[in-house]
């Protein structure tokens, strides 16, 4: 069977995790979390590509490249969840079955944080599980992925 390629996407911010409000984000950094799934992925015969930036425009030109290539996207938007309506565009333009993941419960948090552009284009949310909410929104993703190819 064909191997999965996945496109992981980290926004604003998470390259500080570990430092970065340790509380509400855990102590794992997150090379610690991408070795993590990477472990996971090498073991199920899937493909993970991860990217980390700070820029808007850097995540939706890396969500545009992929649509040559990838078979699905794993993405924590971090602040651009809740404020990027180009990010949501981007992810609908492309048409690539999602996955939006979130370290917190946002739910739970400040109002401002309850409303995500990501999730209408997602095929679901995993949040509130520290790491292991991207483990199981991989998980989510690529059961999705092989049911289609099924
Ligand atoms: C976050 C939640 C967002 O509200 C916040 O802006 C982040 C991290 C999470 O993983 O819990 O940067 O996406």
Redesign the pocket.
């Known amino acids: 069977m064909k191997k999965l390629s996945i496109l992981l996407l980290h ?4 390259n500080l995790l570990g430092v970065r409000e340790p509380a ?2 855990g102590a794992m950094t997150l090379r610690q979390i991408d070795e993590e799934l990477q472990r996971w992925a090498s073991e199920n015969n899937v493909d993970v590509t991860t990217l980390q930036s700070n820029h808007e425009g850097a995540l939706i030109d890396a969500i545009h490249e992929a649509r040559h290539w990838a078979d699905g996207i794993l993405i ?4 651009y ?2 404020t990027s309506i180009a990010l949501r565009d981007a992810i609908a333009g492309v048409a690539l079955p999602t996955v939006e ?4 419960n ?1 739910a739970a ?1 400040e109002s401002f ?1 309850h409303h995500s552009h990501i999730a209408p284009v997602a095929l679901g949310t995993v ?1 509130g599980f520290g790491w292991h ?1 991207y483990l199981l929104g991989l998980q989510g993703l690529v059961a999705r992925l092989m049911n289609e190819k099924r």
């Open positions: 926004g604003p911010n998470l509400i984000y924590n938007a971090g602040a969840t809740h993941v979130h370290l917190s946002t948090r944080r949040q909410s």
